[in-house]
């Protein structure tokens, strides 16, 4: 089976700063809530993929969507968080989850 492919243009570049959304949306949903309303890095965009969250529910996954490796620092992420400043966490994200940092979580 040959995927469509996803012909609009990708919204975030390496090195952009991106904010999670912050809705809680009902279903299977792939966005961690640690994550919801946290400030990140795009690290690489990872092309164009299935839509997770509409295949748990017998859906097609379509449209494809473009999927981010995000990096955030732990100290950003947990208040108490005790290990160095330089610690890291990369998660996968996909486009519809993120808006431009300085645009509030949705």
């Known amino acids: 089976m ?9 919204r975030f570049q390496d090195g952009a700063r991106v904010r999670v959304g912050t809705g ?29 969250e509409r295949l748990a529910f017998g859906g097609d996954g379509l449209p494809l969507l473009p999927l981010y490796v995000v990096s955030f620092r732990q100290r950003d992420l947990w208040p108490d968080y005790a290990g160095p400043a330089s610690d890291t966490l990369t998660a996968d994200l996909y486009e519809h989850w993120l808006v431009p940092a300085d645009v509030a979580g949705e």
Not at 2 to 10: A, I, Q, S, V
Not at 38 to 52: H, I, S, T
Request: proline share 16%; charged share 25%; net charge positive.
């Open 2 to 10: 040959t995927l469509p492919r996803h012909d609009g243009p990708f």
């Open 24 to 52: 809680d949306p009902p279903g299977h949903i792939r966005t961690p809530m640690y994550l919801r309303g946290k400030v990140g890095e795009v690290v690489r965009n990872c092309g164009a993929y299935r839509n997770p």
